[in-house]
């Protein structure tokens, strides 16, 4: 089955910036979702098709994804976003979508 | 504004099944692919199934087929999910959300989840 592989954990300063990787087999030629979830909350769609931002979401939220790795990057990270983080592809030739390990940024 | 309201979550004993539903209002839900994700308590988010518009596709994990069925009833804007032989792994939070394009993944509106607890 396919898997998509994410840190546990990523720390980063406030202002400064994270970067969460995401990976799976040729990840690049999927399309690929990031969903920020806060505790007790349900998740939030905060990247779409690789690199597309819902409207409201800010614009220090950006996504990558080439080769076997997709990038999740906040810059000028603030406290609010201290939350976990999940990438999400659909698998075609499974029929199912899969979800990332998960990753919570912690803002020190 | 779109909603999704899930429902019908409890406490069963294993072996037992519960049927989830899910009440969406705010957009024409007849035209949405519907899904189905779960989150066990401290874990990470694990997608059940998917229903594609008019019930023309049914998807589901691989490690759920045979015990679980998606539906959708579009005259009562609802999606249902009957879960039978459940075991205590099945315990977990299950949302309900809305996804604008099956290959994109793009699933924009989620509701606030009813909990399913399996245990005797």
């Known amino acids: 089955s396919y898997e998509l592989t994410q840190p546990p954990s990523v720390s980063v300063s406030p202002g400064q910036t994270a970067s969460i990787p995401c990976s799976g087999d040729?990840?690049?030629?999927?399309?690929v979702c990031w969903y920020q979830q806060r505790p007790g909350q349900s998740p939030l769609l905060v990247i779409y098709q690789d690199t597309r931002r819902p409207s409201g979401i800010p614009e220090r939220f950006s996504g990558s994804n080439s080769g076997n790795t997709a990038t999740l990057t906040i810059s000028g990270t603030q406290a609010m976003d201290e939350a976990d983080y999940y990438c999400l592809a659909w698998d075609s030739s499974t029929a199912s979508y899969v979800f990332g390990t998960g990753t919570k940024v912690t803002v020190l | 504004e779109v909603h999704l309201v899930e429902s019908g979550g409890g406490l069963v004993k294993p072996g037992g099944s519960l049927r989830l539903s899910c009440a969406a209002s705010?957009?024409?839900?007849?035209?949405?692919?519907m899904n189905w994700v779960r989150q066990a308590p401290g874990k990470g988010l694990e997608w059940v199934s998917s229903i594609t518009r008019g019930s023309d596709y049914l998807y589901y994990a691989e490690s759920l087929k045979g015990r679980i069925t998606i539906s959708r009833d579009d005259a009562r804007n609802s999606l249902y999910l009957q879960m039978n032989s459940l075991r205590a792994e099945d315990t977990a939070v299950y949302y309900c959300?809305?996804?604008?394009?099956?290959?994109?993944?793009?699933?924009?509106?989620w509701g606030q989840g009813t909990l399913v607890t399996v245990s005797s």
């Open positions: 040729k990840l690049g030629d999927k399309y």
């Open positions: 705010g957009f024409t839900f007849s035209g949405y692919t």
């Open positions: 959300a809305r996804v604008v394009s099956t290959s994109t993944g793009d699933f924009d509106y």
